[in-house]
Each structure stands twice: as C-alpha cells, then as structure tokens.
C-alpha cells in the first residue's frame, strides 16, 4: 500500500531541485506551501513565473537584468571593470559600496575536470569590451580555489598585451580571525598581498 501523496511528493522533488535543498528542508518548504492561503501561493507561483520570464542577462556585463542593459552598466564608468564567476557575486561586491566602476560575469571558471574551457564562459566578451579602449582597469575577483586562480591568471595573460592594469583582490587573513587559525596558503597569501601603514 502506498503511503505518500503524488503531488506532494512532486512538490517536494521539486524543491530538492534548488541549491542546498536536502529532503528534510524540501519537505518543510512543501508543507509550508501546502499550509499556504490559495491566493498566497498563486501569487508565489506568479512570482516564479514573472521572474523566469522576465530576468535575462545584461547584454553587456551579463549580470541579470530586466532590461537589455543593466542598471550598473547605463549608470556607471566603464574604465574599471570587475570581473567575477557568477551574478550573485555582483550582490557580495555591491555590499562593499565604495566600488563605482562595472562588473563582467564570467558564468564560470576555467575547470578542465569538469571539461570547463576558455570558450565555455564570456572571456571572449571581456576582451571584446576592453578592446573598445575605454578601460583602464581590470579587476580580477574570481574565487580563491584552483579554477579562480586559473581563471584569473589566464585573462591576465590575455589582457598584459593590450597595455590594460590587471589587479587580483588582496587575499589573506579575514577581519576578527586568529593566525593561529589560518592554513599555510592563507599566510602566504596575506604576507604577499601585504600593504604599508
């Protein structure tokens, strides 16, 4: 004798779907939708669906926009340009607020063991736009691990013949941490990117 109920069961394969969703979290977001006023979740379900329809990428950065041009891209100088692995970067960097110049969304890193190259994320594009002689600046601000490095050295090798400034962010020991604490690699890193005061 079966024991669940199909839709239910539908609903919460559906929320395993999404990132860092296990079955137990799954199963309390589907009780909760099930819990829901009927016009709470049609509006939920509207708000997918509207998102889904209406969210694209930037035709120019390739963050997501609702327009064919973000509103970073329309409203900020295009001589510093940051470049990052996925659009949800852009909102960690954004938090900074100090940082007036634009992004470039790669939507991906360099990865070869999950068959990952140069021609799989928007390198191409970056070089496009630094080829129309504005930018000054390149900032690389992909991730620390293996494919960021990676990521990160082989633009710079690309971007050093066009006479554009290509700076990595400063990596080492976070604010409030203990060096006791810190690995190896994270030490290096911090006595490299050292600065005066």
Not at 10 to 15: P, Y
Not at 143 to 158: C, F, H, P, Q, R
Request: hydrophobic share 35%; net charge negative; with cysteine.
């Amino acid at each position: 004798m079966k024991n669940s109920i199909e839709s239910m069961d539908k609903l919460i394969n559906s929320f395993t779907k999404l990132p860092a969703v296990g079955q137990k979290t799954a199963e309390r977001y589907a009780y909760s939708i099930i819990s829901m006023d009927r016009n709470e979740v049609v509006e939920f379900a509207n708000n997918l669906i509207n998102a889904k329809d209406s969210i694209k990428f930037c035709s120019v950065c390739g963050n997501w926009s609702e327009e064919d041009v973000c509103s970073i891209c329309k409203t900020r100088s295009s001589e510093i340009i940051c470049v990052v692995k996925e659009p949800k970067d852009i909102l960690a960097m954004e938090k900074v607020r100090n940082y007036n110049g634009t992004y470039h969304v790669l939507h991906g890193c360099i990865n070869p063991l999950q068959g990952k190259g140069p021609d799989d994320i928007r390198i191409k594009e970056l070089l496009a736009r630094v080829s129309k002689g504005d930018v000054k600046e390149v900032i690389m601000a992909t991730n620390s691990d293996v494919e960021g490095e990676a990521t990160s050295m082989y633009i710079a090798k690309l971007l050093k013949p066009l006479d554009i400034k290509v700076t990595r962010l400063a990596q080492g020991i976070s604010m409030g941490s203990d060096i006791e604490y810190a690995d190896e690699v994270t030490l290096t890193k911090a006595l490299q990117d050292r600065r005066e005061i």
